[in-house]
């Protein structure tokens, strides 16, 4: 492998996901990413655990959601441990899956099935926090070398840190455009009813708690309707 020439696509990927505009658009770029650099990936996506739910994001093909259901269906399988950061793998290679009927007797056979061949997976997280893995896939058995694999963990630890970023910028702008509208929201009460700024907002704050509607929503509303009514 040229690592000479990877170091600079792995450059050019980095400031090519700071670049994108939305997590989606980064986690795409993330998954697309590893098929162009990673030797013998055929499919990339990111499983992120709820519970024992999974959540698919950004798969560059069929393969891997059908893989992420199954492992949801069966309660087994390296992508399903790998996203539990607290036991779970960081990094696994696995060359053949076939070999391995003794550790997911579930999955194994079945995921031979969806045709696949080999897989590995990449826990993504900072020092602060895990994202969930990146798990790549092959139609072949074999197809991972260890090169594939420390290629598909320098991607991964980039991957993180951009997917940690795009996520804070978009909880910063989701904040941002929330204060506006419940600004706007008690500029409507208090202009409707004479309020002070202190009584409009108590006005928002109770009807969020009466109707359990969260404050951003009661705000919203009061802006598309012109109050509360």
């Given at each position: ?14 400031r090519?996901?700071l670049?994108?505009d ?21 499919a990339?996506?990111?499983?992120v ?6 959540e698919?994001?950004?798969p ?15 309660g087994?399988?390296p992508?399903?441990?790998?996203a ?11 060359a ?10 579930a999955y ?7 045709g696949?061949?080999?897989m590995?997976g ?14 790549l896939?092959?139609h ?7 090169n ?9 630890s980039?991957a993180a840190?951009?997917?940690?970023a795009?996520?804070t910028h ?5 904040a941002?455009?929330t ?19 202190e ?6 704050r ?7 509607i ?13 109050g509360?009514?």
């Open positions: 492998m040229d690592w000479g020439r990877f170091a600079e696509q792995m450059a050019s990927m980095a090519d996901l670049a994108q939305s997590v989606d658009a980064t986690l795409e770029r993330i998954t697309a990413s590893a098929t162009e650099l990673v030797e013998g990936c055929d990339a996506g990111i499983l655990l709820h519970d024992s739910k999974v698919t994001l950004a560059t093909h069929q393969l891997v959601v059908e893989s992420d259901l199954l492992q949801q269906r069966l087994e399988g992508c399903f441990d790998a539990h950061s607290s036991q779970g793998e960081r990094v696994f290679r696995i053949d899956l076939t070999g391995l009927q003794q550790r997911w007797p194994a056979p079945q995921a031979h099935d969806l696949v061949g080999s590995m990449f826990l993504l997280y900072t020092e602060e926090q895990d994202f969930g893995a990146l798990n896939y092959s072949k058995p074999g197809a991972f070398t260890e594939s694999e420390l290629a598909g963990w320098m991607l991964a980039h840190v951009a997917f940690a795009a996520r978009a909880q910063m702008e989701q941002v455009t204060r506006h509208t419940i600004g706007e929201a008690m500029g409507i009460l208090m202009g409707a009813h004479n309020l002070s700024e009584r409009a907002f108590d006005v928002l109770r009807y969020s708690q009466e109707k359990n969260k404050l951003r929503e009661v705000a919203r509303l009061i802006c598309e309707r012109g509360l009514t």
